[in-house]
């Protein structure tokens, strides 16, 4: 998903993890579908960068992916980015 920056917030509502979220929940409106997308989208952004979570970070990324998807997103991207910019600088 890494992209960005974004400029505002319909750039990363136009992200297509975004998108299918939204789309989900429209299809099969029930609670929790954006929160699990959320969670996913969150979950491959840290294990992409191999980040290892303990239980408080954990309750973290739950916490962040009951708020707005959006948000979820960002921070996801925020995490790509910078860990393809570590790549790129050599740091692994």
């Given at each position: ?25 429209r ?20 294990g ?6 303990g ?6 990324v ?31």
């Amino acid at each position: 998903m890494s992209t960005g920056p974004f400029d505002s917030e319909a750039e990363v509502r136009a992200l297509p993890a975004v998108t299918a979220a939204f789309e989900a929940s429209r299809k099969a409106p029930k609670p929790g579908v954006l929160t699990e997308h959320a969670l996913t989208i969150l979950a491959v952004a840290l294990g992409t960068a191999d980040v290892e979570l303990g239980d408080y970070d954990q309750r973290i990324v739950d916490l962040l992916a009951r708020g707005e998807i959006q948000t979820a997103a960002v921070i996801a991207s925020w995490i790509e980015r910078a860990y393809q910019n570590g790549l790129r600088d050599g740091h692994e």
